[in-house]
């Protein structure tokens, strides 16, 4: 799989526009790249990271996020998922006899939240799948990143736009349940620039690291699982 680093500056990316980023529990990798799009913004950005206490501007916790959204305030939200389907679907119920955490609140953020970034690590079949078991969230998200690749999503339906280092795009269709165009200017995901990385071991560590220890010592260079 990717290194977490490229996946926290590819999602950092994908929220570049946005000025209210809030990210659901956890999601170490959605917490470094919002805290990683403030710090590239440089002001103006503000981040609700659910069970950081140091970023999290709504002391009563999915209520008080549910209402900002609501009143159009929020500007993205990362969100996962037990299954995606090509449709932009998102499945966090079950998936046969797997029981997933939940839907939490997903569909109505799907509906109000204008840029819906999708995440999940893993890339195969089992994940990206034709169609999901169980509708917990549709909707048009904005992108979908994985560990092997980046989508964007497109008169309903997925367009590849991305690979990451190591993978193909052929490599990518087999380990794809579900079909897609690919993107003319498809490429290799970018790398993290130098400064990106430097934040991403030393402040921003330093943030999640209450949160997320052991994904803090990944950022900094350690061998930790990244969960």
Known sequence: MADPRLLAAT???????????????????????????????GQGVTVSILGSARHNPFPDGGRELFDFAGQGRLDAFFLGGGQ?????????????EVRF????????????????????EEHSPRVLVRRVEFISAAGRPRRLVTGRAVFGFEDGGFVLRSAHPGESEEGIRTE????????????????????????????????????????AQTLRGSHAPTA
């Open 11 to 41: 999602l950092a990316d994908a929220v570049a526009e946005a000025r209210t980023i809030a990210v659901g529990t956890n999601s170490p990798i959605p917490a470094a790249a919002a805290l990683l799009a403030q710090r590239r913004a």
């Open 84 to 96: 995606i389907d090509g449709d932009g679907n998102v499945n966090l119920v079950r998936a046969g």
């Open 101 to 120: 955490p939940g839907s939490y609140g997903s569909a109505y953020l799907m509906a109000l939240v204008p840029n819906i970034v999708l995440f999940r």
């Open 176 to 215: 794809t349940g579900f079909t897609f165009a690919t993107d003319p200017g498809f490429g290799p995901t970018p790398e993290p620039s130098a400064l990106d990385l430097e934040w991403l071991a030393g402040p921003i560590a330093d943030d999640l690291a209450q949160t997320y220890p052991r994904f």
